[in-house]
Nanobody, 119 residues
Framework: QVQVVQSGGGLVQAGGSLRLSCSMS????????VAWHRQAPGVEHELVAN???????NYADSVKGRFTVSKIDDKNTVYLQMNNLKPEDTADYYC?????????????WGQGTQVTVSS
């Protein structure tokens, strides 16, 4: 089993930066990647960024050039660095670890963290 714990987030002015952390424990060898999602009231759930075990990254168009996802394998931690934040980035952010040990897929979510960007 894999456990996921998030940290970071908070309130920041537009143009500012925040860093979110996603720490995994348990059967971390089974993790194939980690994704960051966000959900704002009245807005569709959005997959913001993804990083694979091999380090390949993908971003939503809405955050390209502003957000960076990275990982430190020794710490089993994935980060989402968010720069030049905009009010429309305000949302609850969730990370999720996924894998498929023995061909059985799983998706484990963090507890979520709130990001508020004031104009």
């Amino acid at each position: 089993q894999v456990q996921v714990v998030q940290s970071g987030g908070g309130l920041v002015q537009a143009g500012g930066s925040l860093r979110l952390s996603c720490s995994m424990s348990g059967n971390t060898e089974s993790i194939n990647g980690v994704a960051w999602h966000r959900q704002a009231p009245g807005v569709e759930h959005e997959l913001v960024a993804n990083i694979t075990r091999g380090g390949t990254t993908n971003y939503a168009d809405s955050v390209k050039g502003r957000f960076t996802v990275s990982k430190i394998d020794d710490k089993n931690t994935v980060y989402l660095q968010m720069n030049n934040l905009k009010p429309e980035d305000t949302a609850d952010y969730y990370c999720s670890a996924y894998g498929a040990p023995m061909g059985v897929p799983y998706y484990v979510w963090g507890q979520g963290t709130q990001v508020t960007v004031s104009s």
